[in-house]
């Protein structure tokens, strides 16, 4: 089993930033993708982000493309998101995945993901 602590939500106004966090103990891979989901209430979960184990590639829903950025450190077993221009339609819980790859991340093909973290954004 992977075990995922997700850390850095919050409660913002539109235009400011916030930094997620995310560690991955247990049992992970010797390689493995991570990345970040969200979901909103009455809505159904999307991914946002992901990125490969040597953190090469990466992948962005649209919306957030040019205000959000995913990085790791495979040393620690960590993955971070820096949310940049927030906007209310970001306001959602956001969970930390782990998968076999940064694409089928982006599919929605996580193997593990975490309890997620709550941001929330003021207009």
């Known amino acids: 089993q992977v075990q995922l602590v997700e850390s850095g939500g919050g409660l913002v106004q539109a235009g400011d930033s916030l930094r997620l966090s995310c560690a991955a103990s247990?049992?992970?891979?010797?390689?493995?993708?991570m990345g970040w989901f969200r979901q909103a209430p009455g809505k159904e979960r999307e991914f946002v982000a992901s990125i490969s184990w040597s953190g090469t590639i990466t992948y962005y829903r649209d919306p957030v493309k040019g205000r959000f950025t995913i990085s790791r450190d495979s040393a620690s077993n960590t993955v971070s998101l820096q949310m940049n221009r927030l906007e209310p339609e970001d306001t959602a819980v956001y969970y930390c995945?782990?998968?076999?790859?940064?694409?089928?991340?982006?599919?929605?093909?996580?193997?593990?993901w975490g309890q997620g973290t709550q941001v929330t954004v003021s207009s």
């Open positions: 247990g049992r992970t891979p010797s390689a493995y993708a």
């Open positions: 995945e782990v998968g076999s790859r940064a694409d089928s991340l982006s599919s929605g093909k996580a193997n593990y």
